[in-house]
């Protein structure tokens, strides 16, 4: 008799309904009940952006209210979308043992790493959809994780309403 083996699944999330249903698919779909998975949920704070003015010398400076206030708005975000996945996690298999990571990066990149640090056994990650010309000028998070990451990546679309 074969020995269960857990499985470690990761699943990025966002503010996008994209991701949201990536995760209600891959908890009705991948996640059985009363299995030894364990689901992390990864969200990925986008960097902060630096600005540099064109004209002058300088750049354009923040003073420590305005950095504070930006970094409390994104540990606000990241929270909320933690709970909401964690709400969907709790609704549709209540069983599951679920892990959470907030990362700091460019999505891309914290992705593909946090697959191979975590030894995730799958990747999910839903899809925006984008045409040929949005992904091609905002690139595909999906794509470049697909060919960068070093476990299977399953990605799955949303259908359209």
């Given at each position: 008799?074969?020995?269960?083996?857990?499985?470690?699944?990761?699943?990025?999330?966002?503010?996008?309904?994209?991701?949201?249903?990536?995760?209600?698919?891959?908890?009705?779909?991948?996640?059985?009940?009363?299995?030894?998975?364990?689901?992390?949920?990864?969200?990925?704070?986008?960097?902060?952006?630096?600005?540099?003015?064109?004209?002058?010398?300088?750049?354009?400076?923040?003073?420590?209210?305005?950095?504070?206030?930006?970094?409390?708005?994104?540990?606000?975000?990241?929270?909320?979308?933690?709970?909401?996945?964690?709400?969907?996690?709790?609704?549709?298999?209540?069983?599951?043992?679920?892990?959470?990571?907030?990362?700091?990066?460019?999505?891309?990149?914290?992705?593909?790493?946090?697959?191979e640090k975590l030894a995730a056994?799958?990747?999910?990650?839903?899809?925006?959809?984008y045409g040929v010309i949005k992904?091609?000028?905002?690139?595909?998070?999906?794509?470049?994780?697909?060919?960068?990451?070093?476990?299977?990546?399953?990605?799955?679309?949303?259908?359209?309403?």
């Amino acid at each position: 008799m074969s020995e269960k083996k857990e499985r470690r699944i990761l699943v990025a999330v966002d503010e996008g309904e994209e991701s949201m249903h990536a995760l209600s698919w891959c908890l009705s779909n991948l996640v059985h009940p009363n299995s030894d998975d364990t689901l992390i949920l990864l969200y990925s704070k986008p960097p902060r952006p630096v600005y540099t003015a064109i004209d002058g010398p300088g750049g354009y400076l923040f003073s420590a209210d305005v950095t504070a206030a930006i970094e409390r708005y994104g540990d606000q975000v990241a929270h909320n979308v933690m709970e909401k996945a964690k709400k969907v996690c709790a609704d549709l298999q209540p069983q599951v043992k679920v892990e959470t990571k907030v990362e700091n990066g460019d999505p891309r990149d914290v992705i593909c790493e946090a697959a191979e640090k975590l030894a995730a056994d799958v990747l999910v990650m839903g899809s925006h959809g984008y045409g040929v010309i949005k992904r091609a000028f905002l690139g595909s998070v999906s794509n470049h994780c697909a060919q960068k990451a070093k476990c299977p990546v399953l990605i799955v679309k949303k259908p359209k309403s």
